[in-house]
Structures are given as C-alpha cells and as structure tokens.
DNA sequence: AGCACGATTAACT
DNA sequence: GTTAATCGTGCTC
C-alpha cells in the first residue's frame, strides 16, 4: 500500500486495511497472513489513544508522517504493531490486532511452540512474537522500496462480513471512549482468503 | 525518585 | 473464569 491510503481518515483505514496482507521480510524469510481484524486511535481527545498524553518519546511516531510502524512495548513483554495514519499535525494509528498466517507458517511455528495455528496470530503481541515484530522496526516506513515490513492487496471483504465492536482492553478508559466501536473485525471464513481477489 | 497501571498472554482451576 | 508474569511510561511528590 502507498503512502496515501495512510494518509486517509483513521476509521477509513482501519475498515480498508480487512483482508490486506501484512507481509515481514526477516532476512530471506518472507512471512504473512491476512489482516482480520483492527482498532482506531485517533488524536488527544481520544483518551483511550497513547496520544491523549500529547507529544512525548514514545508517541512522537503518531505525530509522523503516515504509514510508518508504530510498536511499543506493554505489559513488561509484549510488543504492539500499529500503523501511523493520516496528517503529522493528528496523532493517529490502527492497531493491527489479528492475522490469518499465510505464508512462512513453518517460521510461524517455530517462534510460537507449543500453541495451535488457531492459536499462533489471534492476538495483537501474538502477531508481534510470530513475525519477529519488535521495537527495532518502531518507525519503520511501511512504504519504502526495501521495507521489511509492510502491507500488499489482498482480498476484498465485503461489508457484510465486517462487524465492528468496542475496542479491546480499554477498562479504565472513561466513555464515550471506552464503548465507541472502532474496532473492526471480517467475520469471513479464514479459507476464503487464501483466495485470489 | 517513586509508583500505579497497561491497546496482553498463557497457564491455571 | 482467574491470575501471574514483567517493565516502560507518564504522572505525582
């Protein structure tokens, strides 16, 4: 994806970026999986965005340009992949909660040992631990020539396999922020996507 | 300088 | 359904 599909409204994103490939070049390893599901941060007024805080080291990739990666590190070991969209004068991204692995599943397997392919990319730091996904790419530019992270065309999904809920793990956020549904998810059958578009 | 908590996960009961 | 693991970040003192 270009630079100006980042630079669209956050929620525009978030919905479009369903059934998109998020593709990792680790060395000669090529790994990726189909984007199934997505949340919004958008600006300072969002107080369940990092951004309500304002500009400080850890944010000041949302107050970047779009379609860089933004990845921070939570809970003392997990790593968050987001994607910074729209305008450097709005603080924004889309975090990348779940993918249906597709290729590099033999990568895949080895760094999540032990769980089910159900189990390897149904959560935001699962994904991070099985494509390799950490703060060493933290601003990264997903639409640079040689990047080793970013996002190709995948398969279209339609609007009536999309739902849209609360987002995720938000519990000590005040409302409207808490409840307000920007999280995106395909509800499509995970063997429709391996199909060709 | 100290502290409470987090855009979670895996392993329990 | 419950809970420990584990530490950077941002806020308060």
């Known amino acids: 994806m270009q630079r100006q599909f980042f630079e669209m409204p956050t929620l525009i994103v978030a919905r479009d ?3 998109k490939r998020l593709v990792r070049l680790a060395g000669e390893q090529r790994v990726a999986g189909y984007i199934v599901e997505t949340e919004a941060y958008r600006g300072e007024e969002d ?3 990092h951004a309500h805080a304002g500009l400080t080291p850890r944010t000041r ?3 970047g340009l779009p379609g860089y990666a933004y990845i921070y590190f939570t809970y003392g ?3 968050m992949l ?4 729209e305008a450097p004068s709005f603080p924004a991204a889309v975090l990348i909660r779940a993918i249906v692995a597709s290729e590099g599943l033999e990568f895949i397997a080895s760094r999540r040992n032990g769980q089910p392919p159900r189990s390897w990319t149904n959560g935001p730091a699962k994904i991070c631990r099985a494509m390799e996904i950490n703060g060493a790419l933290n601003g990264a530019d997903l639409c640079a020539e040689n990047s080793q992270l970013f996002v190709e065309k995948g398969k ?3 609007d009536s396999f999309v739902t849209t809920t609360p987002r995720v793990g938000l519990k000590n ?3 409207p922020w808490k409840s307000i549904p920007w999280r995106f998810v395909s509800t499509l059958p995970h063997h429709l996507l391996s199909e060709a578009t």
């Open 77 to 79: 070991m997990h790593w």
């Open 156 to 158: 279209d999904i339609p």
């Open 47 to 49: 107080l369940g965005c």
């Open 173 to 175: 956020v005040v409302e």
């Open 61 to 63: 990739i949302m107050y």
């Open 82 to 85: 987001n994607f910074v969209t």
């Open 17 to 19: 970026l369903l059934g």
